[in-house]
């Protein structure tokens, strides 16, 4: 299985991409990460928000592999546990679908994605750099793993 985290976003700091790679690195092939980056959209005195995340949307939806489920990251979505994390995941992996992750740009996500998502992820209450969510999915995606197969990295009780 693979999870594609489809971002928006390209030009980020060093320490976001090495922070990313660092944990899928970490993923065996069975559950593997993969970054996917779509432009943001040029922000300038003759657009506005909707014009701008729906730029952003169609380029996300592009960037969805055939046949995946899709995930959108959004404040309004539901609030998971590490647990319940792991538990979606093993359920991805038993489906034997693609994930697909949809991280939206400074304006967040369009209504279109938000609808082509079969389910919506709350990363926290606090409002969190879009760049820094990558590595907090990287994270948490192979804290996930490593709790359904009892590696020490998640010492939690």
């Known amino acids: 299985m693979n999870i594609h985290v489809i971002t ?3 030009r980020l700091p060093s320490w976001i991409g090495e922070g990313y790679r660092d944990y899928a690195r970490r993923l065996p092939q069975q ?23 729906q730029d952003e949307c169609r380029r996300l939806l592009a960037a969805i592999p055939a046949n995946s489920q899709v995930i959108a990251c ?9 647990e319940e994390v792991a538990k ?59 709790l359904l197969n009892h590696h020490p990295y998640h010492r939690a009780s």
């Open 31 to 53: 559950c593997s990460l993969h970054l996917v980056e779509v432009a943001t959209a040029r922000r300038g005195k003759s657009g506005n928000p909707t014009q701008w995340q």
């Open 88 to 146: 979606h995941l093993q359920t991805w992996m038993n489906e034997g679908r693609d994930v697909a992750l949809l991280v939206g740009g400074p304006d967040g996500l369009a209504p279109l994605c938000l609808e082509r998502a079969t389910r919506k992820w709350a990363l926290s209450a606090l409002t969190l750099p879009h760049g820094l969510v990558r590595v907090i999915l990287a994270e948490q995606i192979y804290r996930a793993f490593s």
């Open 8 to 10: 928006v976003g390209q």
């Open 74 to 82: 959004d404040e309004h979505g539901e609030s998971w546990t590490t």
